[in-house]
């Protein structure tokens, strides 16, 4: 597990923790680690778990499909983010989401039922991974609130200035990458591909934006 250290230094879940603190909740969490080829599914709707992934490698989609096939991108989690932490928490609970490998990828499995019960050792710790985890979920709700956000708009173009703005802001810069492709933003702001494709030329020719694959650059004017 040492070799994952430098992913899981910097993750919010092991924040305040040493090294040595890390590799002991590892053992605590019976924490396993598993491959995943791009494309194939780590969980699928309609299951349950009890565990929650952190990605070490890779990067994995966090999805809802309908019978019909129709895709609705929920999140993109790449090296160092969590996915099925609420599911994880919440024992019995049936997934409504699939999660799929966008690349190959490692996943850390980690069993969070392992905190809920108390430490034999009284370890501080394992209270500081319980205030982790706290804010773990909290940030993931303010994800998938953001994502509200930009779906509630009424039009193609309002849902992808809205979110465009918000990454914007997330990266502190008028010039950002998104993590996602053409496609997979059409899925993740629920709307048409060849519509998006059509209102981001507007957007291009009237000067609000450039965008050369998943690169932005945007212009703040009056309109």
Sequence with gaps: MEKYLPILRVSPFFKGLSDSEILSVLHCVNAATISKKRNSYILRAGDSTEVMGLVVSGSVLVIQEDLWGHRNILSKCCAGDFFAELYAASPGSILNISVIADEDCEILYLNVQRLMVSC??????????????????????????????????????????????????????????????????????????????????????????????????????NQ
């Design 120 to 221: 034999p050792a009284a370890c501080e710790h394992h209270q500081k991974l319980i205030r982790n985890l706290v804010r773990v979920l909290a940030n993931k709700l303010l994800v998938f609130n953001d994502k509200i956000t930009h779906v509630g708009k009424r039009t193609t173009r309002d849902k992808l200035l809205s979110y465009l703005s918000a990454e914007s802001v997330r990266q502190s810069s008028l010039s950002f990458d998104i993590p996602f492709n053409r496609q997979q933003l059409a899925d993740y702001l629920c709307i048409d591909r060849a519509a998006m494709s059509a209102e981001l030329s507007k957007l291009q020719k009237e000067g609000l934006i450039k965008t050369n694959r998943n690169h932005f650059e945007l212009t703040v004017c």
